[in-house]
């Protein structure tokens, strides 16, 4: 059974930096995407990063240049760095991991990140 866990959320002050970590386990093959979505209250769930196992990644407009995707898709693991951060950023951050890019995503349950003065 596959499980993706992600941990690393919390309370920052805006302007300040924290790194997200995703873990995915359960499958017998690597996983072939991974990436972070985010839903604020009262928003839709947007794509913020993605990264693909042979490291090309992408970024919403909104984070490019703050935020950072890598991963080590040995240990199907995945990290968000993410600098200079903004009120605007707030919101539960979930990982998904997909063992083929047009294939199922399996989710995380979420990480909650508040930017907050």
């Known amino acids: 059974q596959v499980q993706v866990v992600e941990s690393g959320g919390g309370l920052v002050q805006p302007g300040g930096s924290l790194r997200l970590s995703c873990a995915a386990s359960?499958?017998?093959?690597?996983?072939?995407?991974m990436g972070w979505y985010r839903q604020a209250p009262g928003n839709q769930r947007e794509l913020v990063a993605e990264i693909t196992s042979g490291g090309r990644s992408s970024y919403a407009d909104s984070v490019k240049g703050r935020f950072f995707i890598s991963g080590d898709g040995g240990n199907n693991t995945m990290f968000l760095q993410m600098r200079r951060l903004k009120p605007e950023d707030t919101a539960v951050y979930y990982c998904?991991?997909?063992?083929?890019?047009?294939?199922?995503?399996?989710w995380g349950k979420g990480t909650l990140v508040t930017v907050s003065s």
């Open positions: 998904y991991a997909k063992l083929d890019p047009h294939g199922t995503a399996y």
């Open positions: 359960g499958s017998l093959f690597s996983f072939n995407v």
